[in-house]
């Protein structure tokens, strides 16, 4: 269980964890151990003139230490703990990248959105999944696979298009970046809702895009 936990103030369901002291390698390896999620290193960040820029070299990197390092990323995704550890043994300041499509689906929406969302749900008395918070000021609800098939549909019975709201799914091919991965100077991914084992089972897409669209929607 990830036990370190901080909360934003007056948001009960919004716990985030700092997760301080723990390093990427330890994290990797719970990630694959206790959720049994596949992981694998991405890119990391350099100290260069007093600056922190991606190991991939570029200095307009979109996502500076936080994405795939290798273009066969997909075949290097291990879900043994054992193999994580060896992979960050090797450079243990990687940044922990989570493929999609595989034990999850992430829907992704605007962190505004998002809160407003999580107070619904909370409220419905649904279980989550995890939820991640990034520096870009996304949140992306972790569901269960199948949900990028799925979404599209879901949302224009709901009297929606997806192109009408900043709703996006992470399926099979893409990844998201794991807490406390960090996206140079913009700061470090965290848990809007932290994996424990009460939200080791994942809601269906279903149960939780009527509360999403709605919250897009209001947030356009």
């Keep these: 269980m990830f036990i370190v936990e901080e909360t934003i103030p007056g ?8 997760q301080r002291g723990q390093s990427l390698l330890d994290t990797a390896v719970r990630y694959a151990e206790e959720r049994h999620w596949d992981v694998f290193p991405g890119t990391w960040l350099e100290a260069a003139d007093g600056v922190q820029r991606c190991s991939c070299g ?18 290097q995704a291990t879900g043994s703990a054992t193999v994580a550890r060896r992979m960050w043994q090797k450079q243990p300041t990687a940044s922990i990248l989570l493929p999609t499509g595989r034990t999850f689906d992430a829907i992704s929406v605007p962190e505004t959105a998002g809160f407003l969302a999580l107070a619904r749900l909370e409220r419905m008395e649904l279980t989550l999944g995890p939820v991640t918070l990034t520096p870009s000021r996304r949140m992306e609800f972790f569901v269960l696979p199948g949900a ?3 979404v599209p549909e879901l949302v224009r019975g709901l009297g929606w298009s997806l192109a009408s709201l900043d709703l996006a ?16 100077s913009r700061g470090a991914v965290q848990w809007a809702c932290r994996p424990t084992p009460a939200n080791r089972w994942l809601p269906d897409a279903e149960e939780l895009i009527p509360a ?7 947030d356009r």
């Design 169 to 184: 799914v992470l399926g099979e091919g893409m990844y998201v970046a794991a807490p406390p991965t960090r996206v140079g």
């Design 212 to 218: 999403l669209a709605y919250a897009c929607g209001r």
């Design 58 to 75: 570029d200095a307009a990197c979109p996502a500076p230490g936080a994405h795939p390092s290798r273009p066969d990323w997909a075949t």
């Design 11 to 18: 948001t009960e369901a919004a716990q985030i964890p700092k």
């Design 148 to 150: 990028a098939v799925k």
